[in-house]
């Protein structure tokens, strides 16, 4: 039924569906938010009318033109950006967006790279995303929110673009790299943190063009063509390098594994070539952290060392240490998120075997079935190590690229195999049904998380839903009063603010500053310890817990109760404190200019 809808039709169904999920938002900030039973089914109501046809068009055994392929996974696409613009349209609300806007916003006022990014020190070595989006605010005179929207827009079009073309160059078949991607789309970060305003979107668009150049260079049969192919895709690990750290990373690890793959199957010439752009890329890597990016090695120490120490606990059978959270994710979810591991897992089963059985002498398809392994890794990392959930959203964007080769030749196998055609339509239905589960995961347990699935009232300390007007306000007033680069001890909520608008230095484990009723001692030296300049509070965080789980930016103590209004009142009544900003809700006290307030706007 659904295979006989023209794309056109489809199209059109999809922006009714966007349409659907847009007016869920419109309910959820008219004051239910997320709690909106009826916001949140008219939400899953539009994702359902957008999802369906498009995946029954491609999974079906009609014929369809590369065309037609196309055209569907850029409706897709085109609709899930437009619903993640939808969810913020006026202006940035994720937290790394906000660090992104800063550096941009530096390097317009000063012309230079590697400007100071206090949010995010490690992102000044890699400044593409704030090159691209500079010249084009220069050529425009775009703000940078708008010029923001645009560029990680067209970069997160041309990434699953350039994966298609990749999977049609590969397996020589649109209709198989067309359910590929309709695969990929599961993977839980795509549609929210892929399409940001942030590094990854832009170098995710130098891997894909990296991939398909590199795997050009090897089948074309003109020495020209390849030559010319492979300067492509030299140029673009250079762009990647320069771009995001861990895209770069992965792109030479996709590159080794294919060399590998393609020696393994006597494919020699493909590995002469990958193994050759895969050492470039690796040398390129080590060069731009020696003699340019040092900081990165102590940037991921921490990650490293959690994971490590999580795997050696799960080993021991001791808990994964795992930090608990206080907003419980509702059984759907978990439901959903079970089921998608099952068929997943299963698909990546079926799918090495149909590799191994049909494929055996095609190395990119066998460097895709190692690579496809690395699922059954990227699950010990979810279930097993702290912030694992989060870790394992973030490797999914490069491990899905594998398992969905994988996935797509074990959904084709099925839908062409004997008994699903004499079964019929009882049997594609279930295929769909259960691709069509995958996909719903990857928007359910990806972001936003469920308790901000629609944006609405202000939650205390928890990621868009903290960033509000009061928020915007006091951070402008920030940079215009207190000029930028102050140490200020803050709440989680407006902290990603203060770095984007404010251009302020805030502190993270500064917790101490708001644990006891009144000015000690203890506190007064842990203060002048951290070098802190000024104090914010916020009278909201007296009355609610934060759905994120803790008050203040770097805190793993999990907050059971609001804070005593005393915690945050005692500033008032310190000695040589000035209380230099206060809308009723947000204050600022000036530790160290001691009684010196500056004149109201």
């Given at each position: 039924m659904l295979s006989r809808i023209p794309i056109s039709v489809i199209t059109l169904i999809a922006a009714v569906g966007v349409f659907v999920s847009s007016m869920a938002y419109a309910v959820?900030?008219?004051?239910?938010?997320?709690?909106?039973?009826?916001?949140?089914?008219?939400?899953?109501?539009?994702?359902?009318?957008?999802?369906?046809?498009?995946?029954?068009?491609?999974?079906?055994?009609?014929?369809?033109?590369?065309?037609?392929?196309v055209t569907l996974i850029v409706v897709l696409t085109v609709a899930e950006y437009l619903l993640k613009v939808n969810y913020g349209p006026l202006g940035f609300a994720f937290n790394d967006e906000f660090l992104h806007y800063r550096g941009t916003t530096d390097m317009l006022m000063s012309g230079k790279l590697f400007e100071t990014n206090y949010g995010l020190p490690i992102g000044t070595y890699y400044p593409g995303i704030e090159e691209v989006t500079s010249a084009l605010i220069s050529a425009t005179g775009l703000?940078?929110?708008?010029?923001?929207?645009?560029?990680?827009?067209?970069?997160?079009?041309?990434?699953?673009?350039?994966?298609?073309?990749?999977?049609?160059?590969?397996i020589r078949s649109h209709r198989i790299a067309g359910i590929a991607l309709l695969i990929y789309y599961s993977a839980p970060a795509l549609t929210s943190f892929n399409s940001m305003f942030v590094y990854e979107t832009l170098a995710l668009a130098f891997l894909g063009m990296c991939m398909v150049a590199a795997l050009r260079s090897a089948i074309e049969k003109s020495p020209a063509d390849r030559r010319r192919w492979f300067i492509v895709a030299v140029m673009c690990i250079f762009a990647t390098v320069i771009t995001h750290h861990i895209t770069s990373y992965m792109l030479t690890l996709f590159l080794i594994l294919v060399a590998v793959a393609s020696r393994l199957t006597g494919s020699r010439n493909t590995a002469v070539r990958f193994g050759i752009l895969g050492a470039i890329s690796l040398v390129s890597v080590i060069c731009w952290i020696a003699f340019v990016a040092?900081?990165?090695?102590?940037?991921?120490?921490?990650?490293?060392?959690?994971?490590?120490?999580?795997?050696?606990?799960?080993?021991?059978?001791?808990?994964?240490?795992?930090?608990?959270?206080?907003?419980?994710?509702?059984?759907?979810?978990?439901v959903i998120g079970a089921l998608g591991i099952l068929v997943i897992s299963a698909l990546i089963v079926i799918g090495c075997w149909q590799a191994w059985r049909r494929h055996r002498?095609?190395?990119?398809?066998?460097?895709?079935?190692?690579?496809?392994?690395?699922w059954f890794v990227d699950l010990g990392i979810r279930l097993g190590t702290p912030d694992g959930q989060e870790l394992a959203g973030r490797a999914a964007t490069f491990?899905?690229?594998?398992?969905?080769v994988l996935a797509a030749l074990a959904l084709t196998k099925l839908v062409n195999s004997g008994p699903v055609r004499r079964l019929g339509a009882a049997v594609t239905a279930v295929i769909l049904a259960s691709v069509v589960s995958l996909l719903i995961?990857?928007?359910?347990?990806?972001?936003?998380?469920?308790?901000?699935?629609?944006?609405?009232?202000?939650?205390?300390?928890?990621?868009?839903?903290?960033?509000?007007?009061?928020?915007?306000?006091?951070?402008?007033?920030?940079?215009?009063?207190l000029g930028p680069g102050k140490r200020?001890?803050?709440?989680?909520?407006?902290?990603?603010?203060?770095?984007?608008?404010?251009?302020?230095?805030?502190?993270?484990?500064?917790?101490?500053?708001?644990?006891?009723?009144?000015?000690?001692?203890?506190?007064?030296?842990?203060?002048?310890?951290?070098?802190?300049?000024?104090?914010?509070?916020?009278?909201?965080?007296?009355?609610?817990?934060?759905?994120?789980?803790?008050?203040?930016?770097?805190?793993?103590?999990?907050?059971?109760?609001?804070?005593?209004?005393?915690?945050?009142?005692?500033?008032?009544?310190?000695?040589?404190?000035?209380?230099?900003?206060?809308?009723?809700?947000?204050?600022?006290?000036?530790?160290?200019?001691?009684?010196?307030?500056?004149?109201?706007?």
């Open positions: 959820g900030r008219d004051g239910g938010g997320s709690s909106s039973g009826s916001g949140v089914a008219l939400y899953w109501v539009g994702q359902v009318i957008i999802v369906v046809p498009i995946a029954g068009r491609l999974l079906s055994r009609r014929q369809m033109s590369n065309a037609s392929a703000p940078v929110f708008e010029a923001g929207l645009i560029v990680a827009g067209v970069a997160h079009l041309l990434f699953i673009l350039f994966l298609y073309l990749a999977f049609c160059v590969a040092p900081l990165t090695i102590s940037y991921f120490s921490p990650t490293i060392s959690g994971i490590v120490d999580g795997v050696q606990a799960l080993l021991q059978k001791s808990g994964s240490g795992a930090s608990p959270v206080t907003a419980t994710s509702p059984f759907s979810n978990t002498r095609h190395p990119w398809i066998i460097g895709m079935m190692l690579g496809s392994l690395g491990v899905y690229i594998p398992v969905s995961d990857g928007l359910a347990n990806g972001w936003p998380p469920f308790w901000e699935r629609l944006p609405g009232p202000h939650l205390v300390s928890s990621f868009e839903s903290s960033v509000g007007p009061e928020e915007i306000a006091a951070s402008n007033w920030s940079l215009k009063y200020i001890a803050s709440d989680a909520g407006i902290y990603p603010v203060l770095i984007g608008y404010g251009d302020q230095n805030p502190l993270q484990v500064i917790t101490e500053l708001y644990s006891t009723p009144t000015w000690t001692p203890a506190v007064a030296q842990f203060a002048a310890g951290m070098n802190v300049q000024f104090v914010q509070t916020d009278t909201r965080l007296t009355t609610t817990l934060p759905a994120a789980g803790n008050y203040f930016p770097g805190d793993i103590t999990f907050a059971t109760h609001p804070i005593a209004p005393a915690a945050i009142n005692k500033y008032n009544n310190i000695t040589g404190v000035a209380r230099v900003y206060d809308d009723g809700t947000i204050r600022f006290y000036d530790l160290q200019a001691q009684g010196y307030v500056p004149q109201k706007p």
